[in-house]
Every structure is written in C-alpha cells, then in structure tokens.
T-cell receptor, first 110, second 114 residues
Framework: ELKVEQNPLFLSMQEGKNYTIYCNYS?????LYWYRQDPGKSLESLFV?????AVKQEGRLMASLDTKARLSTLHITAAVHDLSATYFC??????????FGTGTSLTVIP | EAQVTQNPRYLITVTGKKLTVTCSQN?????MSWYRQDPGLGLRQIYY???????DKGDVPEGYKVSRKEKRNFPLILESPSPNQTSLYFC?????????????FGAGSRLTVL
C-alpha cells in the first residue's frame, strides 16, 4: 500500500513570500498528482507528474518530482490571497488505486 | 459542460436505513471512483471501477457497495449505515491511459448518520 505524507499540515504565510509544500511517498508510484480544494468545495486538478525530474508550472505554483527520493514538492512563489486553499498530493499505482496525503491548509495573509 | 454530478448533496439519515448516493459523469470516462474525506485523514478511496461491470475495492470498502451497470453511472450504496460512515463523499472520474487518470471530482455529498 502506498503511503503519502505531506508537510506541513498547516501553513500561514504572508503575501509576497515563497514557500514549499513537501509530499513524501512510501513505495514506487507511477504518477504523482497535486489537487487544490477551496473551503466547502470540491477538488480540482493542478498537476500530474509522470517521470523523475518532471517539473510543471502554472502561474505562481510549480510542482516537481524526484522519484529516487520519493518526493514531490509544490513551490509557491510570491503568494497571493487567492492561493489560500487546501492542497493535496496523491500517488497512483498500476492498479489504478489512488492514495491521498492528508492535505496542507494554506492561508495567505495580506 | 463536462461534469460529475452527485446526489444528494446533503443527507441526514439514521443508523440502518439503506441509502444510495448517485454519481453520473458526461465525459465518457472509463474510470470512476468513490472517496471519503475526513478531517486529518485526507481522502481515502472506497471503491473504483475501470469499466462497466468491473469494480474493485479501494482502501476502505467495508460497509459500502457499488455497481457499474452503465458507463456513466457509479452509485455508492450504504446497506446499513452506521455513525462512523458520517463523512464527506466524493465521486470522481477519469480517462484511462498514459498521462491520464487525472480525476474530475463531483461537488461532494455530505452524509450524517445518527
């Protein structure tokens, strides 16, 4: 069974600052996903990372994958209030099961 | 509009009263799955389906049943709900294939079992 651990669980940061959310997983995973959930809402896909060294960027968010270290990161550049949400990473296996981390609740303070 | 539709969105029921949460997608996705979200535990997969008549257990299948008689529908059945099944439930679907399996989620169904 794939175990996915995120840290930190809670993150409060000031607007304009940079920070990184970490996602460690326990065994080989075919692919690594990042999702965003706004309060009271559903989850929306941000990134899917399929290979070692993969890097994807969208706006102020950049995700990367290091399969040797079993680590994915979600880097936030110059945070703005609109980025306040809960971010989940998830690993998938060849059996098409998905394993989610516990989520990182991000609050960006003006 | 491409979407996953769940119903009901909110439900309060009593222990032992059978209920079904429906899930329908209009994207012709092969893969459908159910998750429950609990505070501090993230999302946990309950069941998933690769195609019609093909279903498999996820991480926490106990107390739940599913069926996939049509490609677009994947209902979640609680035959005898108990209070520990009080949770927020999400249905999701995706295409299957390299680079795919990016899940599209429904809006969620909040279930309270008294």
């Amino acid at each position: 069974e794939l175990k996915v651990e995120q840290n930190p669980l809670f993150l409060s940061m000031q607007e304009g600052k940079n920070y990184t959310i970490y996602c460690n997983y326990s065994t080989t995973s075919d692919r690594l996903y990042w999702y965003r959930q706004d309060p009271g809402k559903s989850l929306e896909s941000l990134f899917v990372l399929l290979s070692n060294g993969a890097v994807k960027q969208e706006g102020r968010l950049m995700a990367s994958l290091d399969t040797k270290a079993r680590l994915s990161t979600l880097h936030i550049t110059a945070a703005v209030h609109d980025l306040s949400a809960t971010y989940f990473c998830a690993g998938g296996n060849t059996g098409n099961q998905f394993y989610f981390g516990t989520g990182t609740s991000l609050t960006v303070i003006p | 509009e491409a979407q996953v539709t769940q119903n009901p969105r909110y439900l309060i029921t009593v222990t032992g009263k059978k209920l079904t949460v429906t899930c329908s997608q209009n994207m012709n996705h092969e893969y459908m799955s159910w998750y429950r979200q609990d505070p501090g535990l993230g999302l946990r997969q309950i069941y998933y389906s690769m195609n019609v008549e093909v279903t498999d257990k996820g991480d926490v299948p106990e107390g739940y049943k599913v069926s996939r008689k049509e490609k677009r529908n994947f209902p979640l059945i609680l035959e005898s709900p108990s209070p520990n099944q009080t949770s927020l439930y999400f249905c999701a679907s995706s295409l299957i294939g390299a680079g795919a399996n990016v899940l599209t989620f429904g809006a969620g169904s909040r279930l309270t079992v008294l």
